[in-house]
């Protein structure tokens, strides 16, 4: 079981980009799932969340970003996607994805799964 980012890249300030992340293995269900991001010297921090659709689909974000990052699920890809848009220079940061719990075919349990960061930067 792995989670695979993508669509990291460069962008100018001002812009938008789209990250997804998909989760592979015999996964039967995924509760809340999380993007991070880590800038350079900087501690790895919470960007936004999505919780299950059992849940609510409930979506929070970190102040920074609120209005300019949206977080959205699709649950029948097992993938999460954080759409962002007026992009700034200080939004440039190696992205992570992350699940908090994955149920697992035989009752297997995952937590806490990262994937393999993607780097944004936003530069002119």
């Known amino acids: 079981v792995q989670l695979q980012a993508s669509g990291g890249g460069l962008v100018q300030p001002g812009g938008s980009l789209g990250l997804s992340c998909a989760a592979s293995g015999e996964i039967v269900s995924i509760n809340t799932m999380n993007w991070y991001r880590q800038a350079p010297g900087k501690q790895r921090e919470l960007v936004a969340t999505i919780s299950s659709v059992a849940s609510g689909g409930n979506t929070n974000y970190a102040d920074s970003v609120k209005g300019r990052f949206t977080i959205s699920r699709d649950n029948a890809k097992n993938t999460v996607y954080l759409k962002m848009s007026s992009l700034k220079p200080e939004d440039t940061a190696v992205y992570y994805c992350?699940?908090?719990?994955?149920?697992?075919?035989?009752?297997?349990?995952?937590?806490?799964?990262w994937g393999q960061g993607t780097l944004v930067t936003v530069s002119s």
């Open positions: 992350n699940v908090d719990r994955m149920r697992l075919e035989g009752l297997i349990e995952v937590f806490g799964l």
